[in-house]
């Protein structure tokens, strides 16, 4: 897949952000982490002037101190919820109504409702995270997704709190496989075949 300039920058920008966000978090931690010098020992008073104790140190607690913050570019990011999902060939696939995470926070599917006449007879599908596509035309956002509407059309409805059927997703080898940039891109692939050593 061939990036533009503008994707590459964004994904930069990204980066960055990471990095950046990172650097706080781990000097925030070795902060708190590195030890704390006792104040020195204020002078004994004598018994004529000694004070009633003056209540909690006037320390800052964890809680006083300001959470790591960064700044999103408007420009960079979007919100995606209620956004119009068109498949490669411009059909209208519907909007994004949710977004479905796993145990580890991981983005795995887009809940689209698909269908229907203002919301009536529209159906709730489940489609693979990596089945979409974002970028931008003629400087509108645009999401695109790699499934047609038939496809879409015949899947298994999404009903809260049931198994999710997911659909356009790669199987457990093949997505572990593109994580590792392995992936043939073909289903069931067998394994390639060693080569024999020559003797």
């Given amino acids: 897949m061939r990036q533009t300039p503008r994707a590459l920058s964004k994904l930069t920008v990204r980066l960055l952000a990471l990095l950046l966000a990172f650097f706080v978090i781990g000097r925030l931690a070795s902060a708190q982490h590195s030890p704390q010098t006792a104040p020195p020992a204020a002078p004994q008073a004598s018994p004529q002037t000694q004070h009633p104790a003056a209540g909690p140190s006037a320390q800052p607690k964890a809680a006083d101190v300001p959470p790591p913050k960064i700044v999103l570019d408007n420009n960079q990011v979007a919100g995606i919820l209620g956004k ?28 689209i409702d698909f269908g229907g006449f203002l919301g009536v007879g529209s159906r709730k599908i489940a489609v693979d995270w990596n089945a979409l596509h974002f970028g931008m035309v003629k400087g509108k956002e645009q999401i695109t997704l790699d499934l047609t509407k038939d496809q879409v059309k015949a899947a298994p409805e999404f009903h809260e709190g049931k198994p999710i059927v997911v659909l356009g997703a790669l199987s457990a080898a093949d997505e572990f496989g593109a994580r590792l940039g392995t992936n043939t891109g073909k289903p069931n692939a067998p394994p390639p075949t060693p080569s024999t050593p020559e003797r």
Wanted: charge should be negative; proline fraction near 0%; charged fraction near 25%.
């Fill in 84 to 111: 119009d999902v068109q498949s490669a060939a411009k059909e209208d696939m519907g909007h994004i109504i949710d977004v479905i995470v796993d145990s580890a926070g991981v983005t795995r599917a887009a809940i």
